[in-house]
């Protein structure tokens, strides 16, 4: 036994339990969650606040389109730019910046005074939200243990539904009261919330166990952890997977890696498609695509609320039921549900119904279907894999890119929208988003495997063993075939 792994056995012994520990872990996790409500919220206000902004600084539709998208740039170099900070000054430090960011963010751009300074304020806001979506996740899933893993993590998801409603909710109520610069500083307020309470939550133990040592991982999983044994055994595992760390797999140069190329590909692909399915496409433009199918102001944004309210409540369903259901199986059974509804809402948009009409009603149903079956399937894992598919000496920037990726296929579906109708037709948009929504369950099936269940230990023995592929069968999960060459070797030295 190593000396440090024999101070940590000491420290073990010696540690006082928290007898708050679950809830200690469950106010982690959604103050941490907090975050995704600022970024559902940043993004999502834009929606009811578009129509207000272009009739005060009369936008092109351009314009429109810059305006919607600065913040998805600036998100791209915040989920890029944040693995440094989360790796060299750990994950809760890390959600502190993001959140100071936030406030700055918000503020500056309640106080543009033109369309060139909105977008700059922007650009700096969407630091944070790029932040955000790559720590917060990271920080969530490191702090879990494996059996509440996907519970925990999809939190954020939950959160950014909670976002997207509240700032439709604004958009519909209060956007002839307050107008649209109390809209957007409003987010100021949970952001600095979050900020203090940081000081008093736990840091990441897998972060800590790497930078600070066992017996400080230790102290840190004792407030979360409601045993010894558990403790214990995590402890094992983190040590045994840090011990052998190669120089080589730390950071970027990790990912170049062979035996991480197939966790780089399922993750990456499933980032690319959360976005690129059209989904926040649908948040940011549904009042504009509604005005422009016919229907007034008033109606378009009360059925934008309807879209956050149903994007709330399946991002909380599958918040209850991923690790129960799974998260390859659960974009499998509901991706082709995405397909199928955008190829009859852009029918009924082809055939432009009458206001008020029974397609018109008909176009919404249809509109509300897409939001079900994507929010309930595919954006409940796309944030969650990302953060569980990588070993930790690469994790940070690891996260980083699959951030980046989803913000920038984000960037490319906002950017295009409605450039996009133009060319095609909304028929036409809502036709191509199917297609992508259909490419989406093809690249599920056959490259994303099951990791319900699975600690992240076991997803980076899979990976190092190359058995880190879809499998069929009973039990599916990466855990169960870890679990079986483990009973394989045991029988081995037994029968020896």
């Given at each position: 036994?190593?000396?440090?792994?024999?101070?940590?056995?000491?420290?073990?012994?010696?540690?006082?339990?928290?007898?708050?520990?679950?809830?200690?872990?469950?106010?982690?996790?959604?103050?941490?969650?907090?975050?995704?409500?600022?970024?559902?919220?940043?993004?999502?206000?834009?929606?009811?606040?578009?129509?207000?902004?272009?009739?005060?600084?009369?936008?092109?539709?351009?314009?429109?389109?810059?305006?919607?998208?600065?913040?998805?740039?600036?998100?791209?170099?915040?989920?890029?730019?944040?693995?440094?900070?989360?790796?060299?000054?750990?994950?809760?430090?890390?959600?502190?910046?993001?959140?100071?960011?936030?406030?700055?963010?918000?503020?500056?751009?309640?106080?543009?005074?033109?369309?060139?300074?909105?977008?700059?304020?922007?650009?700096?806001?969407?630091?944070?939200?790029?932040?955000?979506?790559?720590?917060?996740?990271?920080?969530?899933?490191?702090?879990?243990?494996?059996?509440?893993?996907?519970?925990?993590?999809?939190?954020?998801?939950?959160?950014?539904?909670?976002?997207?409603?509240?700032?439709?909710?604004?958009?519909?109520?209060?956007?002839?009261?307050?107008?649209?610069?109390?809209?957007?500083?409003?987010?100021?307020?949970?952001?600095?919330?979050?900020?203090?309470?940081?000081?008093?939550?736990?840091?990441?133990?897998?972060?800590?166990?790497?930078?600070?040592?066992?017996?400080?991982?230790?102290?840190?999983?004792?407030?979360?952890?409601?045993?010894?044994?558990?403790?214990?055994?995590?402890?094992?595992?983190?040590?045994?997977?840090?011990?052998?760390?190669?120089?080589?797999?730390?950071?970027?140069?990790?990912?170049?890696?062979?035996?991480?190329?197939?966790?780089?590909?399922?993750?990456?692909?499933?980032?690319?498609?959360?976005?690129?399915?059209?989904?926040?496409?649908?948040?940011?433009?549904?009042?504009?695509?509604?005005?422009?199918?016919?229907?007034g102001n008033s109606a378009a944004l009360l059925a934008s609320l309807g879209i956050s309210i149903v994007?709330?409540?399946?991002?909380?369903?599958?918040?209850?039921?991923?690790?129960?259901?799974?998260?390859?199986?659960?974009?499998?059974?509901?991706?082709?549900?995405?397909?199928?509804?955008?190829?009859?809402?852009?029918?009924?948009?082809?055939?432009?119904?009458?206001?008020?009409?029974?397609?018109?009603?008909?176009?919404?149903?249809?509109?509300?279907?897409?939001?079900?079956?994507?929010?309930?399937?595919?954006?409940?894992?796309?944030?969650?894999?990302?953060?569980?598919?990588?070993?930790?000496?690469?994790?940070?920037?690891?996260?980083?890119?699959?951030?980046?990726?989803?913000?920038?296929?984000?960037?490319?579906?906002?950017?295009?929208?409605?450039?996009?109708?133009?060319?095609?037709?909304?028929?036409?948009?809502?036709?191509?988003?199917?297609?992508?929504?259909?490419?989406?369950?093809?690249?599920?099936?056959?490259?994303?495997?099951?990791?319900?269940?699975?600690?992240?230990?076991?997803?980076?023995?899979?990976?190092?063993?190359?058995?880190f592929t879809p499998r069929r069968g009973e039990d599916p999960s990466i855990a169960s075939y870890v679990?079986?060459?483990?009973?394989?070797?045991?029988?081995?030295?037994?029968?020896?």
């Amino acid at each position: 036994m190593t000396p440090e792994r024999k101070h940590a056995q000491e420290a073990i012994a010696n540690v006082e339990l928290s007898p708050n520990a679950n809830r200690v872990l469950w106010a982690a996790a959604i103050v941490a969650a907090i975050c995704g409500a600022l970024y559902g919220y940043d993004t999502g206000i834009i929606s009811g606040a578009l129509l207000l902004i272009a009739k005060d600084f009369h936008l092109t539709s351009g314009q429109e389109e810059m305006v919607a998208s600065a913040i998805l740039v600036g998100a791209v170099m915040g989920a890029l730019g944040i693995s440094y900070l989360s790796e060299r000054f750990g994950r809760r430090i890390s959600v502190m910046v993001v959140t100071a960011v936030f406030v700055v963010g918000a503020v500056a751009c309640s106080r543009s005074p033109d369309v060139t300074s909105l977008i700059i304020a922007r650009v700096f806001l969407g630091l944070a939200v790029g932040g955000a979506t790559q720590v917060v996740p990271t920080y969530i899933s490191e702090l879990a243990p494996a059996s509440k893993r996907g519970n925990l993590v999809t939190l954020f998801n939950v959160a950014i539904g909670v976002g997207i409603f509240l700032a439709n909710l604004v958009g519909f109520t209060m956007r002839e009261a307050w107008g649209w610069r109390p809209m957007i500083s409003v987010a100021a307020l949970p952001a600095a919330f979050v900020f203090v309470c940081m000081f008093f939550l736990p840091k990441s133990p897998r972060w800590t166990a790497e930078n600070e040592g066992l017996a400080s991982a230790v102290k840190q999983l004792s407030r979360v952890r409601t045993s010894r044994k558990v403790i214990r055994r995590e402890i094992r595992e983190i040590h045994e997977n840090a011990s052998g760390i190669d120089e080589d797999e730390r950071g970027w140069k990790g990912l170049m890696l062979p035996f991480a190329r197939p966790a780089l590909v399922a993750a990456l692909g499933i980032a690319f498609f959360t976005q690129a399915g059209g989904l926040e496409m649908m948040i940011y433009y549904a009042p504009t695509f509604l005005s422009d199918a016919g229907f007034g102001n008033s109606a378009a944004l009360l059925a934008s609320l309807g879209i956050s309210i149903v994007y709330l409540v399946m991002t909380l369903l599958g918040c209850l039921f991923v690790d129960r259901i799974g998260r390859r199986r659960l974009v499998l059974i509901m991706g082709p549900g995405s397909v199928l509804s955008l190829i009859g809402l852009g029918i009924m948009f082809a055939i432009h119904p009458d206001k008020g009409s029974v397609g018109s009603w008909v176009t919404i149903a249809f509109m509300l279907l897409f939001m079900m079956f994507n929010a309930g399937g595919i954006q409940v894992v796309g944030w969650l894999l990302g953060a569980e598919l990588f070993p930790l000496p690469m994790r940070a920037a690891a996260t980083s890119v699959h951030a980046a990726v989803l913000w920038g296929a984000d960037l490319l579906v906002t950017a295009t929208a409605l450039t996009l109708v133009q060319l095609v037709t909304l028929g036409g948009t809502m036709w191509v988003y199917a297609g992508v929504n259909l490419a989406s369950v093809i690249f599920v099936y056959f490259f994303v495997p099951e990791t319900s269940g699975a600690t992240l230990e076991d997803i980076e023995i899979a990976l190092r063993r190359g058995e880190f592929t879809p499998r069929r069968g009973e039990d599916p999960s990466i855990a169960s075939y870890v679990d079986e060459d483990e009973e394989e070797g045991s029988q081995v030295v037994a029968h020896g």
